[in-house]
C-alpha cells in the first residue's frame, strides 16, 4: 500500500485497523502511521495463527520468506500453548481450575491491489486448536475482510468489511469459554478544502452473537471533523461524534458530544492519531445517564533507533454488555508496549490494564462481579531459523481479573510458535 501522501496514509490507516482481526500484518517498527484503537475484543491470551502472525509479524515485514504472486501474501503458523487456567476458574470447589495444553495449527492469506486511484484488498485467516485434556474446548477459530480504496483529486475515501468466528475464555462474557461471531463495516472519508484544511467522516457498525446464555450486542459510530494543518507535523481540529449501542437485553443507548481531534507524524520516528471527547447519553426508555461521559481513543508510536522503539494505546468508550441484562460497561483499556531487536532476535515486552465499569439504566439492579479490573504482562522473543526459511518464537504470559469473589481469577501461559511466510 502505498503512502505517498497524508491522504493515502489515512487510507491505510483505516483498511489495516478493520481488518486486523481478520489477519492483516503490520510491524510496529515498520508502520508509518497509527490507526485509532477499537474496543477489546475480550479474547486477551487466546492462542492461535493470530497471535503467531502478530509475534513474527515484523521479521515477515522486514523480508523473511517472499510472495507467491505479486500482492499476495501467505503465512502458515504452528503454535503450542501452555494454560494454567483454561477455564478461568476462581478456584471454588464447584469450579476447580484446569490446566491445558492447546495446539494450534493454522495460516494467513492476504491479497492487496497496487493501482494509483482505486485500490482492492481481501485477506482470511484460520486457525484449529486442540485442546490435549479439555478436547470439548477443540475447535476453528477465523476470519475475513475486505477493503476498498479511492483517492482522486481531493476526495480521499476507504471502504472495509470483516467477518471474524473466535472460540474461547473472553473476558467479556463473564470469563466464560464462549464462540463468538462478530461482523463489522466501516467507511471513511475525507475531502481536501486546501492545503491546511480537511473535512473528515466516517461512519461504522459492528453486531456480535455469541453461544449459551448471553445477549447479542450492536454498536453504531458515526463522526465528523475539521482538521487544520498547525504546522508540516501537526494537524488538529474539533468535531462531533454520535454513538447508539444497543443488545438484545438492553433498551438502545445513544450519545452524542464533541471532541477533538490531534494527529502528530514525524517521518517514521514519531507517529500519533487521537480523538478525545464528551459524550452526552439518554436511553430509548426516556432515562438519561447522570453525567457525561469522557471517550478517547489514543495511538502512538516512538521509534526510538532501528534497534528498539515503543508503543502506546488508550481506549475509553461504552459499551453493550452481554453478559448483564440491561447493562452497559464503560471500557477503560490501556496497553504499552516495548520492542528491541537483538543481534537476529527480537524481544517484545507489554503490559496492559482494563478497567470495566458497569452502567445501568434507572430500575435495572447489577450483582457481583458487573465491575471487572483486567491486568496483564507479556513477553516474547523470536527470530528467524531453520536457514532464515521460518520464525520462531517463545512466549509467556500471565492474565489476572479482579471481579468480586465469584470472577476472580488468575492465569500463567506459555509457548512457542514457529510461521513461515510464502
Not at 482522486?152 to 476507504?158: F, K, N, P
Not at 475509553?316 to 490501556?334: I, K, M, N, W, Y
Not at 516474547?380 to 492474565?399: A, K
Request: some cysteine.
Amino acid at each position: 500500500m502505498r503512502s505517498t501522501s497524508r491522504p493515502r496514509q489515512l487510507l491505510g490507516i483505516a483498511s489495516m485497523a478493520l481488518c486486523h482481526g481478520a489477519g492483516v500484518l503490520q510491524s510496529p517498527a515498520n508502520a508509518a502511521a497509527v490507526a485509532l484503537p477499537s474496543a477489546p475484543s475480550g479474547f486477551s491470551g487466546q492462542p492461535g495463527a493470530a497471535e503467531i502472525s502478530s509475534l513474527s509479524a515484523g521479521a515477515l515485514a522486514a523480508g523473511q520468506g517472499g510472495n507467491l504472486l505479486e500482492g499476495f501474501n501467505l503465512v502458515t503458523s504452528l503454535s503450542g500453548t501452555y494454560d494454567s487456567n483454561v477455564t478461568r476458574s476462581p478456584g471454588q470447589p464447584l469450579a476447580p481450575i484446569q490446566d491445558d495444553f492447546i495446539l494450534s495449527l493454522g495460516g494467513n492469506v492476504g491479497y492487496l491491489s497496487k493501482a494509483s486511484e482505486w485500490t482492492f484488498g481481501a485477506n482470511y485467516r484460520g486457525s484449529y486448536n486442540s485442546y490435549f485434556s479439555q478436547t470439548e474446548f477443540n475447535g476453528y477459530n477465523q476470519g475475513g475482510g475486505l477493503v476498498a480504496n479511492y483517492d482522486v483529486g481531493r476526495l480521499s475515501a476507504s471502504f472495509t468489511a470483516g467477518a471474524d468466528i473466535d472460540q474461547g475464555s473472553n473476558q467479556n462474557y463473564s470469563s466464560e469459554f464462549v464462540k463468538r461471531t462478530n461482523y463489522q463495516t466501516g467507511l471513511t472519508t475525507r475531502y481536501r478544502l486546501s492545503s491546511k484544511t480537511s473535512l473528515q467522516g466516517n461512519i461504522g457498525q459492528s453486531f456480535s452473537t455469541a453461544s449459551g446464555d448471553f445477549g447479542d450486542t450492536e454498536s453504531v459510530d458515526v463522526g465528523a471533523s475539521a482538521l487544520w494543518k498547525y504546522s508540516p507535523l501537526t494537524e488538529l481540529g474539533p468535531g462531533v461524534r454520535y454513538t447508539y449501542r444497543s443488545g438484545s437485553s438492553q433498551t438502545g443507548r445513544s450519545s452524542f458530544g464533541p471532541s477533538l481531534n490531534v494527529n502528530y507524524k514525524l517521518s517514521t520516528k514519531v507517529a500519533m492519531t487521537s480523538r478525545v471527547g464528551m459524550d452526552f447519553a439518554s436511553y430509548d426508555d426516556g432515562g438519561s445517564a447522570d453525567d457525561p461521559a469522557f471517550s478517547a481513543s489514543v495511538g502512538l508510536n516512538y521509534e526510538a533507533s532501528k534497534l528498539w522503539g515503543m508503543n502506546f494505546t488508550l481506549y475509553r468508550d461504552t459499551q453493550a454488555d452481554p453478559s448483564l441484562a440491561g447493562g452497559f460497561t464503560e471500557v477503560t483499556s490501556f496497553r504499552l508496549g516495548y520492542h528491541r531487536k537483538l543481534r537476529r532476535a527480537i524481544l517484545n515486552l507489554g503490559a496492559g490494564y482494563d478497567l470495566n465499569r458497569s452502567e445501568l439504566p434507572s430500575g435495572v439492579a447489577g450483582g457481583d462481579g458487573a465491575d471487572r479490573n483486567y491486568f496483564n504482562l507479556d513477553a516474547s522473543v523470536g527470530m528467524p531459523i531453520f536457514s532464515n526459511s521460518c520464525f520462531g518464537n517463545v512466549f509467556l504470559r500471565y492474565v489476572d481479573q479482579s471481579a468480586g469473589a465469584v470472577n476472580s481469577w488468575d492465569s500463567f501461559q506459555a509457548g512457542f510458535g514457529i510461521s513461515r511466510s510464502f
